[in-house]
């Protein structure tokens, strides 16, 4: 089969500017919007399954697997697990052993009351979250509180309202922000730390939530589960830090499904558009293309022209879409759980350009069919 | 061969589009697998052990080092077995109610006794393990072996290994009798 030469497709491209440009705007927008859908969920994803850390083993109170906020840990716990469980990560012989509380509570900034995710800490806490790392100012002591990047996004404030120096009211006392951390990629980037014993008489309770350790090389989570079975008064359950998290991802299935659902009805608008508009493209063209079957050109050859023409078209504001979305990435969506960044990563970016290029091709063949179905003689006597 | 500016800007849309997606391909990590440690042929009783008591009125006078006979359900949370370790829990089976008993067919996990208080499940169950050489659990499940599994009767006979506490006791065992489901 003789083919068109690229340069043919390639030169129809300018032959009507604006057409093209409104094509690409389309595919641009389409792209932009399910790489954005796919950054949402990414971000969300990664955020749950990344906060885990891969040898850390969390025991909550049992009964309360589901949810460490509900969950109670008696306060003297830590020191015990520290002492009886092998195979705990050490490092200069302190344990990586973390007693911690996670509670909502209900933050007075500027006269408005906002919930925000606290997480009250000891020195411990930075051994078994390596991700956390603080990137202004210092670690809080008494009355002072730590905020991640998302902190602001959580609380719906501008980041400088948590800038180091200035406070906030929890439970109409004064609290002031000593630093500000960040954990890329994990839930605790939207938390607000402070030490563990400070929350304990804030929040008036005498428990701990949960307690997060790191388990050495060798050592297994088995050994864990054991000791709360062994440890019956304590009444524990242990968990893999990871799979704590991946409950939580499958609790939020509905929200990606809907981002999901949205997107693609919008794609399948556009595609049914993108069909309409190439139809309408090509029938402006039926006369020359008929000129090129009495040339001696076969049906196929025209239609691979065509869908040359598409795909490029589809290309250009597929880039173009995908390159508006590009500064989104890394910034705070804030959710009901608390906040995460979005992740305009490789794979989100490959669905939407992918998706792009099945608009061209899924939007060219049908009306490039319908235009060369036509009787050569009719065709070349077609308005 | 003939080129115009015009193509060259038409392949590199075409390269950007194919090439501006690879991503780094993610890192893994392996577990690393345990050898696993063979249960005692003896361990298991064909015949009842004698003069098994409930698990209730053990705990009132046993102290470390002594032996016990002890009567049972297995059972005590939604997973009263150790994965990977030789090890469940045992459930006193005076006093204490499981959903099964009660007739209700719809708890998917009737062994957790999750109609009890924590405090009366802590006080009437105890620890039965199956340890090494090292006097550590062995490597092994016990879950599905010879008939063990939640809520089935068993007699235990054993060594008192650890009492913390009047709430705690752990019965490194010897010698076990499945009765049945």
């Known amino acids: 089969m003789k083919l068109l030469p690229w340069d043919y497709g390639v030169r129809n491209l300018l032959r009507a500017p604006g057409r093209t440009a409104l094509g690409a705007g389309g595919v641009a927008l389409v792209t932009a919007l399910l790489v954005t859908a796919a950054a949402f969920v990414r971000g969300m994803n990664g955020s749950l399954a990344e906060t885990g850390g891969l040898r850390n083993v969390i025991l909550l109170g049992a009964g309360s697997e589901d949810s460490v906020e509900r969950s109670e840990v008696k306060a003297g716990v830590a020191g015990i697990v520290a002492a009886s469980v092998p195979g705990i990560e050490e490092r200069l012989g302190v344990p990586y052993v973390s007693p911690e509380i996670n509670v909502a509570l209900v933050v007075n900034v500027d006269g408005q009351e906002r919930q925000a995710s606290f997480r009250g800490v000891t020195d411990a806490a930075y051994l078994v979250h390596p991700q956390v790392r603080i990137v202004e100012g210092r670690a809080p002591r008494a009355g002072e509180l730590l905020v991640g990047r998302f902190a602001a996004a959580r609380l719906d404030v501008p980041d400088e309202r948590l800038a180091v120096g200035r406070s906030v009211d929890i439970d109409g006392r004064p609290w002031t922000i000593a630093g500000r951390f960040e954990a890329p990629g994990t839930v605790l980037d939207a938390e607000i730390w402070c030490d563990a014993q400070e929350l304990r008489v804030a929040t008036r309770r005498e428990t701990l939530s949960g307690i997060v350790l790191t388990l050495a090389d060798d ?14 008064d304590l009444e524990l359950v242990a968990l893999p830090e990871r799979g704590y998290y991946a409950r939580l991802h499958d609790f939020l299935a509905p929200v990606r499904a809907m981002v999901w659902t949205t997107a693609l009805l919008v794609a399948g ?5 993108g069909i309409d508009t190439m139809h309408a493209s090509f029938a402006a063209r039926i006369r020359e293309l008929a000129t090129l079957r009495a040339l001696g050109f076969a049906n196929g050859a025209i239609a691979l022209s065509l869908v040359q023409e598409a795909l490029l078209t589809a290309a250009l504001g597929a880039l173009v879409g995908a390159a508006c979305v590009l500064p989104l990435d890394g910034l705070a969506v804030r959710v009901s759980m608390g906040a995460f960044g979005l992740r305009v990563d490789g794979t989100a970016l490959a669905l939407g350009l992918g998706a792009a290029c099945g608009v061209g091709l899924l939007g060219s063949l049908p009306a490039a069919w319908r235009c060369l179905r036509m009787e050569l003689v009719a065709a070349l006597r077609a308005d | 061969m003939r080129s115009s500016p015009l193509n060259l800007v038409a392949l590199a849309l075409a390269l950007a589009l194919v090439g501006g997606c690879s991503e780094s391909a993610p890192t893994t990590t392996s577990e690393t697998p345990s050898e696993k440690a063979a249960l005692p042929a003896e361990l298991f009783a064909a015949a009842s052990l004698a003069g098994a008591e409930d698990i209730g009125a053990a705990k009132e006078h046993a102290t470390v080092g002594t032996e016990l006979t002890v009567r049972g359900r297995i059972g005590g949370s939604k997973e009263p077995f150790v994965s990977g370790r030789a090890a469940l829990t045992l459930v006193t089976m005076e006093g204490l109610t499981s959903c099964k008993d009660l007739g209700e067919d ?53 060594t008192v290994s650890s009492r913390p506490n009047a709430d705690v006791l752990v019965l490194d065992a010897d010698r076990i009798h499945v009765v049945g489901p």
């Open chain 1, 219 to 232: 050592a297994q989570t088995d050994d864990l589960d054991l000791f709360t079975k062994q440890r019956l």
């Open chain 2, 106 to 158: 719809h708890c998917p996990t009737p062994w957790d006794y999750c109609c009890e208080t924590r405090e009366q499940l802590v006080r009437n169950t105890l620890t039965v393990q199956v340890t090494g050489p090292d006097g550590r659990p062995l490597r092994a499940s016990l879950e599905g072996v010879h008939g063990l599994e939640p809520l089935a009767v068993v007699e235990v006979h054993g």
């Open chain 1, 269 to 273: 608008a556009a595609l049914l558009g």
